[in-house]
């Protein structure tokens, strides 16, 4: 991908997979995916017939776009713009209408395309990406939306950055991850349809992969009105039907669209997009699924790994580095890249998954001594340079990274005898997390955050140059703040565990923050989202909790905490 508005690509990624080569079985699913044409997102051409853009506006919107519109990958002049359109609906030769507006009655729009009839395939599922980049204003929001045979979409909005070297006064971001479609309904998606925040930052797990409850509260199973049935007949995915059934499921959810529809998104991913606590085996230069039937198979984990990704392609509006025609899986997606906020914010957004090495000591927890071990990479060696050349080259006020999984320790017991108790987050990459922290104390950015998601839980707390793998933990000095949001809906402590009666809510609160004291504010029990905001003074990260449980319409939303860094002090001052 050429370098984008107000995004950046630094390292030279063939000269480094050349070096390292690949074997047959990463060359096979090279093939598999090359064998493909997967969408991606296409630039409208102008449009000459004012004919396309005629709307009923009597007609059923839902009928012809049953998963309605998004947004992602904004740039200073342009995003990317998402729909699908049903197949029941499609007309031949019929090309599909874009229009943007700073308007939403379209009355003088600021852009009309066309994309050809011809994009409109069950190759691709029927999905549709624009690009816009070029086309629109830095710093504004617009209204869109597409239209085919007389149909119109629901509205969209879509927003652009700033221009290089523009200096704004605020910037907000709504955090979200991990929303289980069958632990819970998505009343946290209505009253995000209406934060006035700037951009939604989404770390990952915006689908499970799971159709039979395998990841629901084990006291509630799946929800009422969340059956999935997979093309397979299996409870997890394992063809590329099937994921696709889950994103058109996913995003067929009235309030998830609402959500998606007022906002653009910045996606990341997790694990379950593909496979839980899925990781990368050297020996076999395959992916490991543990959870899926074969997923410990290379040749069967490939498949169904490269099915996913082409799922995640044609669902997810995001502006990643794609091509199947590359050699290496690991080279053929790469989602990790940065945006500029102007001067204000400098954000990147890391893969932890695609290129993480396996759990150190497998389901073994007591005795394990490995996750210390040097080697163990979470990043992958190209990502990892690329990561300490951003820290390097950051200069805005807040340097800000998406990340996936927890990078604070997470233990009890001290000395000989303590116990990391997530070896699937950055605790089993401890001598990797020291390198990268060390690497940030020395370049000392102006203000360092981290935004991290994956445990279904808040949290608040220190990020520290080290955490006792080299040297004591109270010896390090803090360099910055990690703000951990909640699930949408995934199971959390209070799920899966049946507390005492004279526990309340903040007594594991107390008991995790007595063992971690580099931890400020804990809630395992409240589902949710954040809200960030990045001031010129000062970083406010606030925490929402709504309902899962509730239905949408009555779910109500209440403020869990307040906390505030002020600009050059990593501290934390609850508000």
Request: hydrophobic share 35%; proline share 5%; net charge negative.
């Amino acid at each position: 991908m050429p370098e984008q508005n107000g995004t950046r690509n630094r390292t030279n990624r063939r000269g480094f997979l050349e070096s390292i080569g690949t074997t047959s079985v990463a060359g096979g699913l090279a093939a598999v995916l090359a064998q493909r044409d997967i969408v991606q997102p296409v630039a409208a051409a102008s449009a000459t017939d004012p004919s396309v853009f005629a709307v009923d506006e009597t007609a059923d919107p839902d009928a012809t776009f049953p998963q309605s519109v998004a947004s992602g990958g904004p740039t200073s002049s342009g995003a990317i713009l998402w729909t699908r359109i049903a197949p029941s609906a499609v007309v031949s030769e019929e090309p599909i209408g874009v229009q943007v507006a700073t308007d939403d009655s379209f009355e003088e729009p600021v852009y009309e395309g066309t994309v050809p009839a011809d994009r409109l395939s069950s190759t691709h599922d029927y999905t549709v990406k624009v690009d816009l980049d070029g086309v629109l204003e830095s710093d504004r929001r617009y209204y869109y939306r597409f239209v085919y045979d007389g149909v119109a979409t629901r509205t969209g909005r879509c927003r652009t950055l700033p221009a290089a070297g523009a200096s704004p006064d605020s910037l907000s971001f709504a955090v979200l991850t991990c929303q289980d479609y069958q632990n819970g309904y998505y009343g946290a998606y209505r009253h995000l349809a209406a934060e006035d925040v700037d951009f939604v930052v989404h770390l990952g797990d915006f689908i499970y992969e799971s159709a039979d409850g395998a990841y629901t509260s084990p006291t509630t199973d799946i929800k009422d009105g969340r059956d999935i049935d997979l093309p397979s007949g299996a409870g997890l995915a394992e063809s590329l039907a099937d994921f696709r059934t889950l994103y058109r499921t996913y995003k067929g959810n009235e309030f998830l669209q609402e959500g998606l529809e007022q906002h653009t998104v910045v996606h990341g991913w997790d694990d379950h997009e593909i496979g839980n606590n899925r990781y990368w085996d050297e020996e076999a230069n395959a992916p490991v699924l543990p959870d899926t039937d074969g997923g410990e198979q290379p040749e069967r984990a490939m498949e169904i790994t490269a099915d996913g990704i082409q799922a995640w392609v044609e669902y997810v509006p995001a502006r990643v580095e794609f091509d199947p025609n590359e050699s290496a899986l690991q080279d053929q997606l790469r989602l990790w890249r940065d945006l500029q906020f102007g001067d204000l914010v400098d954000l990147t957004v890391t893969d932890e998954r695609l290129y993480r090495d396996g759990p150190p000591c497998g389901d073994a927890r007591i005795t394990c001594t490995d996750e210390e071990a040097q080697g163990r990479t979470m990043l992958g060696h190209e990502q990892k340079q690329y990561f300490t050349e951003w820290v390097s080259e950051s200069d805005a006020v807040w340097s800000v990274w998406a990340n996936e999984v927890l990078t604070m320790p997470l233990t009890i017991g001290d000395n000989w005898s303590q116990i990391e108790l997530l070896h699937d987050s950055w605790d089993g990459f401890q001598h990797e997390r020291w390198e990268l922290m060390q690497h940030v104390a020395d370049v000392d950015p102006r203000n360092f955050v981290v935004l991290t998601g994956d445990l279904h839980a808040s949290l608040a707390g220190h990020v520290k140059a080290g955490y006792g793998e080299i040297e004591p933990f109270e010896t390090y000095d803090r360099i910055g703040v990690e703000l951990m949001t909640p699930a949408v809906t995934s199971v959390n402590a209070a799920d899966v565990v049946d507390f005492p009666s004279d526990w309340d809510d903040d007594a594991l609160a107390e008991l995790t923050k007595d063992q971690n004291d580099h931890l400020e504010y804990v809630d395992w029990h409240q589902h949710g989202y954040a809200v960030v905001e990045f001031t010129r003074d000062h970083c406010t990260y606030t925490v929402y909790g709504v309902d899962k449980d509730a239905d949408p319409r009555d779910a109500e939303q209440s403020t869990l905490a307040r906390y505030r860094t002020p600009d050059g002090d990593p501290s934390l001052t609850e508000l």
